[in-house]
């Protein structure tokens, strides 16, 4: 089905596979995130405000909706979740991620993010260590990922903002389970320290998991 964004005009496909008969389907504009609602196989789409501005205050938000979509991602494209309420600092980094060719989500409550992330894949996480909380120790999201198992969490890179703590340091983000710790004021370093440190992720577990499917076939798993 071809849709397009009432948003930004952009058009783009939906294999008709994905769209369900007997209810709408609710995704988000691969360009703009503007969130669209599919009515059916022959249905229009409609797009609504971008979640981008999602308001903090209203807890009934209807866009908490597009939590429980799935992401219409072309295939090879990569993605990133983005979890911080602080706005400014938000769009500076969704800029460094858009400019490294990321398809970007900013979430802005946990609830919308665990939505997400129950849902959908992503290839890069960047988590406020505050994230709607007021500690660290209280931050959903980052226990969430903590308690995953590691087939699980190998699948994704994981950077922690933090106010307080040392960039790099990675004793301590391999202790707290993160695979970058971010310090607010280095985010000008942040779009080459993603893509270096990023391709270094994906080229170490292509080796692994390599090496781990030649094991499995040695031992005739």
């Excluded at 979640?51 to 938000?61: I, K």
């Excluded at 919308?112 to 406020?128: E, R």
């Excluded at 660290?136 to 969430?144: D, W």
């Excluded at 190998?154 to 340091?169: G, N």
Aim: net charge neutral.
């Amino acid at each position: 089905m071809r849709i397009q964004c009432k948003g930004c005009r952009v058009e783009f496909n939906v294999a008709d596979e994905k769209i369900p008969e007997d209810k709408p389907l609710k995704t988000l504009c691969p360009r703009c995130k503007s969130p669209l609602e599919i009515l059916g196989r022959n249905g229009p789409a409609e797009a609504e405000k971008s979640p981008f501005c999602l308001s903090e205050q209203n807890p009934a938000d209807p866009l908490l909706d597009y939590a429980n979509a799935i992401d219409v991602v072309d295939q090879g494209v990569r993605t990133a979740l983005l979890c911080d309420t602080d706005l400014k600092r938000g769009q500076r980094i969704v800029q460094v991620l858009q400019e490294l060719d990321f398809w970007v989500i900013h979430a802005l409550r946990p609830a919308f993010a665990l939505g997400k992330l129950h849902h959908n894949s992503y290839d890069l996480l960047v988590l406020d260590e505050n994230f709607n909380s007021e500690k660290e120790s209280e931050n959903l999201v980052l226990h969430h990922i903590q308690l995953l198992p590691m087939h699980q969490r190998r699948q994704f890179y994981l950077c922690l903002l933090s106010r307080e703590k040392t960039s790099m340091d990675a004793k301590l983000a391999f202790r707290i389970g993160v695979n970058l710790i971010l310090n607010v004021n280095d985010l000008d370093k942040a779009k080459v320290l993603f893509a270096r440190l990023i391709k270094e992720h994906r080229n170490f577990y292509a080796l692994f998991n390599a090496e781990l499917s030649k094991k499995d076939c040695q031992t005739g798993r």
